[in-house]
């Protein structure tokens, strides 16, 4: 490599001597210092090819530096047909070198494509940014179009149509699908950094607690499609994302059913038949029950490291599937547990009618082994698990290095038994690697990005959301959180979701209300100027009865941004709560202006009607909702108001009736109101009961009881138990709804009144 | 997390390494190499998914592992990071070349360094560039060691031990002026002959 060798130390000591002179120097004006400096021959010609070299030098290194590889046993090379979503995961095909392909830098649709991420069955997978929303994205570009698949890409729109609308956590969001001349269709994705199962798999067998965790979330994301009557057929895990933070995400949902395409027709690759189920071989019918075989294969796989049914060549395979029972894991692993190997010989009958009928049982039996609840929140104080967090990523080195100990031994999955939430310790485990100082740090712009995406998907629909749906969005904030603390808008959202689930909380209500303030506070904090940070602080002080304070904080982020979603329909409530129904009714229409199509806004433009005692208008407007059964609850609480102020009480119970079982707690009092004013008092006594003794538990609100007190036109003793709902916060706005008119009237309500600070009019 | 035994065992080494014995220097060596490669498995079970891993952190927490947070002054400290940056180099270009050989014995060309320049340009992790950027980096670093140890030490405690100007200054005993002219000038170096090297 020595090219000069007439170039010596000395010459080297001068180079060092004249370097930083030169840097200095604009490239014109070099010449009279080497001039003075007798700088010439083959010292001249080094120091200005080294020069010219500075330029781009530093750049280099900078960027080299980022992207050291990592350390470690050495990873197999990869196969050709890697489908992997993650940018550090992404592989150079041995054909095509990914900078050379065309398509990087090129715009499809409002899609910049950035990087090319591997190709599937149907085409290639990119990264690219979303221009118009200035997210990352995962875009699938499906081949060519030749007149052979014209019919199946309308089948795939069908498809990918019907997945787009399926939201779970454990299934990957599409954003849409769409089509431009040039480049035919496209389905843009929610991009994850992660890797593919597949590429997880590589390394071995996974420990069992990860296993089981995986196969939980596989199932759940399955179940949620099986529901909608959508089967995935395509289980593998090839097709299976795991996120940096543990969340999986099944991928290409719909898109496996297109009979053109269809797998078993051409092309079937072992790694996709090693997968399938012995119905789907033989092409007989399909349902549910092929995905969970499927299923069965990949836990099969993660525990042992190895295929149930493998073999050297298709026909092998299809034999194995058909015909084989696979080894017991036991005989390829040790520590499997006997439960866990009777879940894989039930998922892997080779009659469907003997598996599982549903992912919901296995769902349970896969809960049972882990001894982990299968609603992430069921038996969780949330104050101790936001603790258990806060403690994790707290910036106490030693208190850190405390629940580090078990993370780093994985395999050791009894120390999740005794975790007493398990997404807790999950969540936990991921903010300790963002905080551990030691750790390997996620890039910002990849935490931002999850962080992102995960309060995207958290907000989506909230409002309309079911009990059930609100503890999914309370995880996926906090999961946002723990991914990036600095992320203002989902300390928003989580404020905003602790509210609107304050009355789940039970008796910890006015516990999540000041949590609920101090999220609202950290998003001020973190970004002043955030409208939804200080819509999030109305909220909670709308919530905590500091009405001024609250509709200071709504004006506040109005200005900020006229268009934030919500505010003003949570002005609506603020000024049904103060008595101001004409400002109520402004405020819900200059919503309705903004949203036409929100439902939550229509629902508020009925709402402010109702308290303007105008019903019939009220009922048109919910007419634009009701076309789903059941309703949702919202929509159907203020038909109700509008029946029982017309006195039509059994209408009222029939609207109610069909959402309460959805949406106990909100509806449950009003059910018990209506039933008690329409004289069915014998059901009404029984509501009372299940309220006081909800209450009694600590699971329910004085608020409920009171509301059924009224009903009854006891009011004493609802006067006496809306005092105990404003200790315990559980009085809502709608007390101000003309149900409570009479009792409004009634002098005995004015103590509330000044308690709640409302003049009377 | 400090285990004590082997924290009087490497502050002692430390010193014995000042005092210039060369025996105690591999032995300290030795110990980093091995604690980083730990911490690195660790890391790579932990967050798997990711191909890069963050040498400045990974030498941190070496150092907090095997001396406690503050049982150190920033003279040893800096000490031991010049040692930890040397077996970092070590663990990396190792790691390297066993990914290089499998790629090559796939059938993979070495990259040119225009493909290097675009892969490192682009954002995405195009690994083998890289693997073949560092290898050649490498073979540049060993052939400035024959025209200026001092640069290539510099080079390896910036590069692969992510100290600072200051901290490199003190393990070597230099001013941070000469870390700071040399680090520049190495770069233009090491990035002309890694460029010849990779064609």
Redesign the interface.
Known sequence: ???EPSFG?DE?SR??AL??TA?GLPADQRDELFASHAVDGALRAELE???D??R???T??D???????????????DEPDAKAQ???????D?RT???ADPM?GATVGHYQI???LGHGGMGIVY?AVDLRLRRTVALKLLRAQTPDNLRAKDRLLVEARAAAALDHANICTIYEVGETGEHSTFVAMAFY???TLDQ?MR?GPLPLSIALDYATQIARGLGAAHERGIIHRDVKPANII???DGVVKLLDFGIARIPDVDVSREGVTPGTLAYMSPEQVTSRALDQRTDLWSLGVVLYEMCTGVRPFGGAHAGAILYAILHDSPAPVSTLRRDVPQRIESIIARLLAKDPRQRYCDAEQLIADLVAISDVPPHPKRNTDPEAAFEHIARAAGPN?NRA?ATREP??D?PKWRWLRHASWYGVALLALGAL?VSW??????TVSDRRIAAEDLTTQGKRDVLFRSESGRRQSLSLFRQAIAVDSTYAPAHASLAHILVLSADEAGGSRRKQLIEAEKAARTAIGLDSVLADAHAALGDVLLFDYQLARAEEQFKRAIDLNPNEPYVREFLVWLYIFMDRPRDALEQAERAAEDNPKSPTAIAEVARALLVNGRCSEALEHLGRLMYVQPPPARAAGIAAQCYARQRMWQKAIDELRPVAERNPLQVEPWLGFMLARAGQTESAQQTLKRLLERWRRGDGGAYAVAVVYAGFGEFDKATEWLDKSIDDRSLRYNIMEPAFEELRRDPRFDRVRNRLGIPKR | ?VEPNVNRTVTSLLDDVRRGDPSALSRLFAIAYDK??E?????????????????T??V???F??LFG?EALDFNDRAHFMAVAATAMRQ??I???R??SA??R????EPASFE?V???????????????D??LA?D??LE?LL???ERQARIVECR?FG?MSIEETAIALGISPATVK??W??A???????I???LG
């Open positions: 490599m020595t090219r130390p080297w180079l060092e370097w930083e840097r090819s080294l020069l070299h500075a781009t030098a530093e280099f290194f960027r080299l530096l980022t992207v050291v590889p990592q350390a470690g046993p050495t990873v197999p090379p993650d940018s550090a995961a992404c592989r150079r041995a070198r990914p900078y990087i950035v990087a090319r990264r950094p992660g890797e997880v390394r795991v996120t940096a080195g290095t993370a780093a994985v690697i100082p030691g750790a390997r740090q996620p | 997390m980083l490669l911490i690195a498995r660790i890391q790579r079970r932990r967050q798997p998914s990711t191909e890069t891993l963050n040498t952190a990974l941190h927490e070496a907090i592992k947070s663990i990396l190792g790691h390297a066993r990914k499998a790629k014995g796939a059938g993979q493909e320049e675009r892969a490192l340009a682009s954002e995405a992790g195009f690994v083998t560039p890289k693997t950027a560092l980096l073979r540049a052939q024959q025209r200026s590069f992510g002219r040399d520049s000038m770069q233009a170096w090491l990035h002309r002959e460029q010849r090297d």
